[in-house]
C-alpha cells in the first residue's frame, strides 16, 4: 500500500544516512590514520593546539624534545619559561587572524643556547573550535655552519684584501716617489664615493680598484717609470699602456673584475681626451671619475723628483677650472664640499 511505501522510503532514507555517516566516519579514520603515521614519523616537532593555547596533540618529536609524554592537554605555560610561552601564544592569535607565521627563537637549555625555526597555521575545524597546527625544527647547526662559512669568507676577503695592500705597496717600493701615496687616495676615494651615495655592496670593490689604481705600472720598465725627467712622447705612449696591463692582469680574477673600473679608466677624461679608450661623460664608470679627482689632488699636492708641490689653494683652483672639462662637475661639487672637512686636510697630509 501507499502507507508501506511511505514507511520503507523512511527506512531505506535513515538506512542511507547511516552508511554515509559510516562511510565518512571510516575516511575520517582513515585520514587521522595517515595523519599520525606521517606526524609521528616526522623528524620534526609538529603540535595542535586550541585557540586556549592547550595542547590537543604532540607527535613523538615534540614529547622527546619537551622531555616528557603528558603534553597533551597542557598549555603553553604549564610546558615553557613564561616569556617564551607568551610568545608562543601570541603566534597563535596571530596565526588565527593572519594565517601562516614564522618565527626564529633561541631558547636557553640544559644543553645550552638552541635555536629554533617555528611555523604555525589555522587548521579548520567542522565542529567550530578553532585549531592552530604548528611544526618546529632545530636548525642550530645550520646557524652554526652559515656562521662558519661567513667567517671563513671574512678571513678569505681579508686575506685577499692584504695581498692587495702588499701588491700595492710592492708598487710603491719600486717607485719611490709616490711613498704613501696608494694609501691616502683609498682613504680619500671612499669618503668621497660615499659622499656620491654608493652602496656600501659596491664600496668594498671601488676600494680594491682604488688598492690597485696603478698595477698596471708593474708593466712599465724601469727606465720609464723611474725617470727623475718628463718623458718623451714615445715613452707617454708606454706609460699610457699601464691601465690596460691592469686590465689585462685583473681581469681573469673573478672577485677582483668588480674592481676593474678605477685601474682601467681613472685616466679617462670628462671630455673624451683621456686615456686608453677616450670615455667620455657618463661612459666613464662612476668610480673612475672620482677617482680621477683623488688622483690628480694627491698627485698635485705631493713632490715629485721633477718638480715641487702644488700650494692646496692652485690645486683646488685647478679642479674647479676643469670641472666639466676633465672632470666630472657633480663629483667635483661634492668633492670641493669634502675639503673644508679637517679631516680631509688630515689624509692630504698623511705619510707625507
Known sequence: TDKDLQVLEFITDQVELVIQRKLALD??????????????????????TDDRGHLVYANREYKNQAGREDVVGKTYFELFPPEVAKIMASDDQRALMEGVVQRTASLRLSNGVRTYETIKFPIPSSDGNELIGGIVWDITERIRAENLARQAAEELASAYDAT???WSHALEIREKET????????????RLARAMGISDEQLVHVRRGAILHDIGKMGIPDSILLKPGPLTAEEWLIMRQHPL???DLLAPIKFLAPALDIPYTHHERWNGTGYPR??????I???????AVVDVWDALNSERPYRPAWPQQAVREFIIQEAGRLFDPDV????????????WSRLTNKGK
Open 27 to 48: 575516511q575520517m579514520r582513515e585520514s587521522e590514520a595517515k595523519f599520525s603515521l606521517f606526524m609521528e614519523n616526522l623528524p620534526l616537532q609538529g603540535f595542535i
Open 164 to 166: 692587495l695592500e702588499g
Open 179 to 190: 711613498a704613501g701615496h696608494s694609501m691616502r687616495v683609498v682613504e680619500m676615494t671612499m
Open 245 to 247: 696591463y691592469a686590465y
Open 278 to 283: 677616450g670615455l667620455k661623460g657618463r661612459e
Open 285 to 291: 664608470p662612476l668610480a673612475g671619475r672620482i677617482f
Open 332 to 343: 667635483v661639487r661634492v668633492f670641493l664640499a669634502l675639503l673644508d672637512d679637517p679631516e
